[in-house]
């Protein structure tokens, strides 16, 4: 008969001591009967009598060696010892890591009356270990190092060095320390001067892993061997890099068995290197797109994991499609994760036909071009806004321009490239290669940034002055 199962780890007679038995009757040869087909029907390996309710030291179990039914059980011997997960039928839904002997022999009544010594290891040890807990009145929740719920325990787990610096990086850290996998430490770039009094000043990353209690390392380099050394000392499953801005050294990409995973700023194999998100404004892309890899000894060349395409607005600055990448990247960084600690990840090598570069920005990508097309100006200036900034020149002076709107994609007749064609009320219209593009934002070379309109009312600028020379004509 299938007995109905005591549940809750405060039931009283889940909290008792059982009693001996005495007599081995009828009774006490239904109760192992039940026992075993009630255990079999909630498909447990193991049940003893005080879980349906019966405070006898009575157990059962199976875990695939055949049955086993024992009455008045004792562990008569103990050795070694073994961590592993285990759960129990009267607290469904959680599981425990719980320490036990490896090895044990119990010594009981089998239903015959016989006494019966039984030599254990491995799974059947913890099983009977586990059982005859329950006769005193012990769950295994009581001797669990850590208590799980089961959905928990399904979900995929990689230990996880991060190695980060900057403002990009932050939301990848903190959905991974969100997530199922452990993240053993951070590895961030020392303290830099910074600011106006060139004082040290911790990375974004120290500052946010040092909120989220987790060990920080600033090596000077990732390439001294007392780095790696430590690195090996952890043994991390995988390496994550976002945006650490140190080259890889060979002993660092094949220490971790999963190898170093990337973020990279771009749909791979276009825009490899240092500033993905800056020339995919400055091209006029209207898509880019988040990619994880496995990092390879060329530069952002490593075997594809998973991409994510975004779409880039008309008028979206550098910062804006950053803050946005760093938020996608970092829910695609957790994924790929997933799928690599669940077996199910699969590499794809880059099409090396279609690579294109997006080298760091130099002062010459800074330079505004008036003979170009206010399209084309439009995509620079947002481009590089808030960082570095488009520049031009007025009457000689550095003028940085940081926001602006095409208002024509036509220019009139004999206007020349870079002259002020008109005043609006938000700011000065300039002519272009091809079409007009309003001023809206500005900072003058020594001056604070604002709007055009400040601009106006604090500068000289009239219809006809041009911009765009440094050697002060107009
Ligand atoms: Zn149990």
């Not at 005591?6 to 009774?27: F, H, M, N, Q, T």
């Not at 989220?212 to 952890?234: A, D, Y």
């Not at 760093?326 to 994924?335: I, P, S, T, Y």
Request: glycine share 10%; charged share 30%.
């Amino acid at each position: 008969m299938i007995l109905e199962i005591i549940k809750g780890d405060d039931s009283p007679v889940l909290r008792r001591r059982a009693r001996e038995v005495r007599k081995i009757g009828k009774g006490i040869l239904r109760l192992l009967d039940d026992l075993l087909e009630t255990m079999r029907e909630a498909q447990g390996l193991g049940l003893a009598a005080p879980q349906v309710g019966v405070s006898k030291r009575v157990i059962v179990c199976d875990v695939g060696e055949g049955p086993i039914k024992l009455i008045n059980p004792v562990v008569v011997r103990r050795s070694g010892s073994a961590v592993a997960w285990e759960g129990c039928l009267s607290v469904p839904g959680l599981l425990g890591e719980v320490e036990r002997a490896e090895e044990v022999t119990v010594k009981g009544l089998n239903p015959e009356g016989r006494e019966t010594w039984i030599d254990a290891s491995g799974l059947l040890a913890r099983v009977l270990q586990h059982e005859i807990d329950h006769l005193d009145g012990i769950l295994f929740l009581d001797r669990a190092r850590r208590v799980v719920d089961e959905e928990e325990f399904e979900r995929p787990s990689l230990s996880v060095v991060f190695m980060g610096t900057p403002d990009f990086a932050v939301p990848s850290l903190e959905r991974l320390a969100e997530s199922s996998h452990r993240i053993l430490a951070v590895v961030t770039q020392p303290d830099r001067p910074a600011g106006r009094g060139k004082r040290p000043t911790p990375p974004p990353i120290k500052r946010k892993a040092e909120e989220l209690g987790l060990t920080v390392l600033q090596p000077e380099s990732i390439k001294e061997p007392s780095f790696l050394t430590k690195l090996k000392e952890l043994e991390p499953d995988v390496v994550v890099c976002v945006a650490f801005g140190q080259i890889f050294p060979a002993a660092l990409l094949n220490l971790p068995p999963h190898g170093c995973i990337n973020l990279h700023a771009s749909l791979l194999p276009e825009y490899r290197g240092a500033a993905p998100i800056h020339r995919a404004i400055m091209d006029g892309r209207e898509r880019s797109g988040v990619t994880t890899m496995i990092m390879s000894p060329g530069l952002d060349k490593g075997d594809i994991i998973l991409q994510e395409e975004m779409d880039i607005g008309p008028d979206e600055t550098a910062g804006s499609l950053h803050d946005r990448m760093a938020r996608v990247g970092a829910e695609l960084l957790v994924r790929t994760l997933d799928e690599l600690a669940r077996g199910e990840a699969k590499p794809k090598p880059q099409d090396e036909s279609r690579a294109s570069y997006a080298p760091p920005l130099k002062r010459e990508d800074e330079i505004i071009d008036w003979g170009r097309s206010a399209r084309e100006v439009h995509n620079q200036v947002r481009g590089l806004a808030p960082w570095p900034g488009a520049f031009t020149y007025l009457r000689g002076r550095l003028l940085k321009v940081w926001a602006g709107r095409i208002l024509s994609e036509r220019s009139p007749a004999r206007a020349r490239s870079g002259q002020v064609i008109g005043i609006e009320e938000d700011g000065p219209v300039i002519n272009c290669g091809e079409g007009t593009y309003l001023l809206l934002e500005v900072q003058p070379e020594n001056g604070r940034r604002m709007t055009a309109r400040d601009f106006l009312n604090g500068y000289e600028l009239h219809v006809g002055d041009v911009l765009g020379s440094a050697q002060g004509e107009g």
